[in-house]
């Protein structure tokens, strides 16, 4: 069992070391995606929204939201009422991730006026990651908030893709070759050591028994078929 200790060790060293890096990869391509769906989204409003007019007036108005909040407001009402499905922000979307890796998936969600849209399969929500939320107002009453969802899938080896986790990999290999080699080399070692014959004494249990070492614990009677452990 002693000599399995040391590859269980480098074993569970590797693991955790991985896991522990494939998480912190996991996180750095979620943050990664949350600056992709914003970029997405203002891209999506100049390509579909080439004029816009509005008359506002700060002290005629029943809150306090600023024009930049009203606007982004109605601009998320008309690409919903032109685009219900939102094909042109998936797309942006998809592609701007699949630039952070290939393996990405990608969805988007709104709700607004009761209404829930999801641009991927209902079977594979509730396996995706909500990356971003974007909620837009132009007044106080919650009901008519516009808000728009970001949801990735990003596969369990995709955070293993990356060159800490293969230096990882390759130090324990080189570990657990070395202990392999030590431990060959000793048995090797002990298994060499020359037979050695201890005289009769008086004090064995076969008057006529020869006792051989076998290692320093171990005696051996090869004529009387007698193995004896101090």
């Known amino acids: 069992m002693k000599h399995i200790i040391p590859y269980i060790a480098i074993l569970l060293l590797a693991t955790v070391t991985i896991y522990s890096n494939a998480e ?3 996180t750095r391509i979620t943050e990664r995606c ?3 769906f914003s970029h997405a989204i203002r891209t999506e409003k100049k390509l579909l929204i080439k004029q816009f007019c509005m008359q506002y007036r700060q002290e005629n108005s029943p809150n306090s939201l600023s024009v930049e909040d009203k606007k982004d407001w109605y601009d998320q009402n008309y690409l919903i009422a032109t685009s219900p ?9 998809r592609d701007e991730a699949h ?4 393996n990405i998936s990608t969805a988007i969600g709104y709700t607004f006026n009761g209404k829930n849209f999801f641009s991927g399969d209902e079977s594979c929500r509730k396996s995706v990651i909500p990356v971003q939320e974007c909620v837009y107002r132009k007044d106080t009453i919650s009901t008519t908030d516009i808000v728009l969802q970001a949801y990735i899938h990003i596969p369990f ?4 893709q990356n060159t800490y986790t293969y230096a990882v990999v390759f130090m324990a290999s080189v570990a657990l070759a070395v202990c392999f080699l030590y431990t060959r080399r000793r048995k090797k070692n002990m298994t060499g050591i020359p037979l050695q014959e201890l005289p009769e004494t008086g004090n064995r249990t076969t008057d006529n028994a020869r006792w051989i070492i076998i290692s320093k614990e171990v005696w051996c009677d090869e ?8």
Request: charged residues 35%.
């Open 99 to 102: 630039k952070i890796n290939r």
């Open 85 to 93: 499905s939102r094909h042109q922000l998936d797309s942006l979307f």
């Open 24 to 26: 912190k990869e996991r």
């Open 34 to 36: 949350q600056d992709t």
């Open 223 to 230: 004529k009387n078929h007698i193995i004896k452990i101090e």
């Open 157 to 160: 080896y995709v955070p293993l």
